[in-house]
C-alpha cells in the first residue's frame, strides 16, 4: 500500500463491517448504554464506532481533554516532532460521534449490579462495559525503582510529561556522556520500541553529541526486529549502540537514583541519563475489577473481547492477553472495531461475522530508513493466532526504505484521523 487514508485504515481494520449493524434498533425500549472507560486508541475506537451507530448510548470516561500518542514519541525524544503534532483532543469524538464524554476517572465497578463509580462521586449504569486501561507498570521489580525515582529516571513509556522530562535530560546531556536504556521482559506495549528509541535518538547524538553512547540494558536475550535493528546500527550509528542481553549481565536488579547508576548481577553501570523502562500489566482498573489472572492481564473472548471472567465486560488494547496479536496501537484499534461490532450485534440483534483482525506498524531506524510489517489474525481455539504476515528484510535498498518512512507519516495521519476524528 502506497498512501494510507482513514478510509483505507478504517476498511483494513474491520471497520465497514459496523455499517451493517448501525441500521438495526436497538432492544427493548430506549437506546441500550454502553459505558467506555479509557480514551486512548481502543477506548477512542470503540466509543466513536458504537457512537456511529446512532442507536446505542455512548459515554466515554477519560480523565485527560487530549491524548499524546505514545507511537511516534521517540520521533520527540530525537528532535524530529513536537509533542503537540502527536497531541489530539476529545471534543472531535463529542462533536462528531454521538458521544458523552465525561472527564472523571472510574475508581469501581461492580459487575453484579452493572454499573460504574467515578471519583467524583458520580454513578452510571451501563448495559455494556468497555475497558481500555492500557498497561500498568510493575513498580518495585527493579529494587530502588518506583514513581518517585521515575521524576529522576524516567520512563517515557506513557507519552506526555514523561517525554518532556527524558527530552530535556538529553538535551541537557554533556556530549560524551552514556544514555542507558532498560529495556523491559516480555510482554510489554510496542515490542520493537525500546530499540527504535535508541535508533532514533542515536541519530540526535551523531548530529549534536558525537561523542555519546547508549547502552541498552535488556531483560531479554532476543528482541523483536532485532536483525534489522542490529543491521542499522552498524550502517548508521557505528560505535555508538551497544546492546547487552540479560545472558550477559543477569539483568538489572536495582537503580541507585542518587548516583543515577544501573545495577546488574554482576557490574554497575554509571548514566548520564537513564530510561528505565519497568515490567508491565494490565492497567490498575482492571485489576481491582476482576478482569485480570495470575498472569496481570486480561483474558478475552477473541472474538467479542468480551472478559472471560466477568460477562458483560469487554477489554480492549494493552492490557489484554492477545494471543500473537502484538501489544501496539493498531492491534488496539483493530480490536476495539471487533468489540464495537460484537457489543452491536449483542444489543441490537444484528448478525455477529468473525472478527478481521490485523497489524500494522512502522519502525524508523533513521529518519529515512524505515521498515514495516503487516500481521493478519484470526480466532482459533479461543486464541488470536496469525495468519499471514509480511516483515521488511534486512538488504533492502536505500530507495526502499525511504519510501517506506515517507508511507509511515501518511499512515500515521491516516490512523489517528480514524481513531480520534478529522483530518484525511
Known amino acids: 500500500m502506497t498512501d494510507w487514508t482513514r478510509r483505507q485504515i478504517g476498511a483494513l481494520a474491520g471497520g465497514a463491517l459496523l455499517a451493517v449493524a448501525a441500521p438495526h434498533t436497538v432492544r ?74 465525561i472527564r472523571d476517572s472510574a475508581v469501581a465497578i461492580d459487575p453484579a449490579g452493572r454499573a460504574v463509580e467515578l471519583r467524583g462521586g458520580t454513578k452510571l449504569s451501563y448495559d455494556r462495559l468497555v475497558v481500555a486501561p492500557g498497561i500498568a507498570f510493575k513498580f ?52 520493537p520500541a525500546p530499540y527504535e528509541r535508541a535508533s532514533l535518538v542515536a541519530y540526535y547524538f551523531k548530529q549534536f553529541k558525537p561523542k555519546s553512547k547508549i547502552l541498552i540494558l535488556d531483560a531479554k536475550d532476543q528482541f523483536s526486529g532485532q536483525e534489522l535493528f542490529q543491521d542499522a546500527w552498524s550502517r548508521h550509528y557505528p560505535g555508538i549502540i551497544e546492546w547487552l542481553p540479560s545472558q550477559f549481565t543477569g539483568a538489572i536488579k536495582a537503580v541507585n537514583v542518587a548516583a543515577r547508576s544501573v545495577v546488574t548481577e554482576g557490574e554497575t553501570f554509571r548514566a548520564a541519563v537513564a530510561n528505565i523502562i519497568p515490567a508491565q500489566k494490565a492497567g490498575l482498573i482492571g485489576e481491582k475489577a476482576g478482569l485480570t489472572d495470575a498472569s496481570g492481564w486480561c483474558p478475552v473472548d477473541p472474538v ?30 483493530s480490536q476495539a472495531k ?14 455477529q461475522f468473525p472478527p478481521h483482525l490485523f497489524n500494522s506498524c512502522y519502525t524508523f531506524l533513521a529518519p529515512d530508513d524505515a521498515f514495516t510489517n503487516a500481521l493478519t489474525f484470526a480466532p482459533e481455539g ?25 508511507h509511515a507519516v501518511g499512515w500515521y495521519s491516516a490512523f489517528t484521523a480514524d481513531v480520534f476524528g478529522g483530518g484525511p
Open 338 to 351: 471487533a468489540c464495537a461490532f460484537g457489543i452491536a450485534a449483542s444489543l441490537t440483534g444484528s448478525p
Open 28 to 101: 427493548g425500549q430506549g437506546r441500550a448504554k454502553v459505558v467506555v472507560i479509557g480514551g486512548g486508541i481502543g477506548g477512542a475506537t470503540v466509543a466513536r464506532y458504537l457512537g456511529d451507530m446512532k442507536s446505542i448510548d455512548v459515554t466515554l470516561i477519560e480523565p485527560n481533554s487530549t491524548h499524546v500518542t505514545c507511537f511516534f514519541s521517540s520521533h520527540y525524544l530525537a528532535g524530529l516532532r513536537s509533542l503537540a503534532s502527536l497531541t489530539f483532543g476529545l471534543e472531535t469524538l463529542a462533536e462528531g460521534h454521538d458521544i458523552t464524554i
Open 140 to 191: 518495585g521489580e527493579i529494587e530502588g525503582y518506583d514513581e518517585d525515582a521515575a521524576k529522576i529516571m524516567p520512563h517515557a513509556w506513557i507519552a506526555g510529561p514523561q517525554s518532556e522530562l527524558l527530552r530535556r535530560q538529553l538535551e541537557s546531556m554533556d556530549d560524551g556522556g552514556v544514555f542507558v536504556i532498560a529495556a523491559p521482559p516480555n510482554p510489554f506495549r510496542c515490542p
Open 304 to 333: 467479542t473481547f468480551e472478559s472471560t471472567l466477568q460477562p458483560g465486560i469487554h477489554v480492549v488494547g494493552d492490557s489484554i492477553i492477545g494471543g500473537d496479536m502484538p501489544k501496539s496501537a493498531f492491534s488496539a484499534n
Open 382 to 406: 479461543g486464541r488470536i493466532k496469525t495468519v499471514k504476515m509480511f516483515i521488511s528484510k534486512v538488504g533492502e535498498s536505500a530507495e526502499v526504505r525511504r519510501r517506506t518512512a515517507l
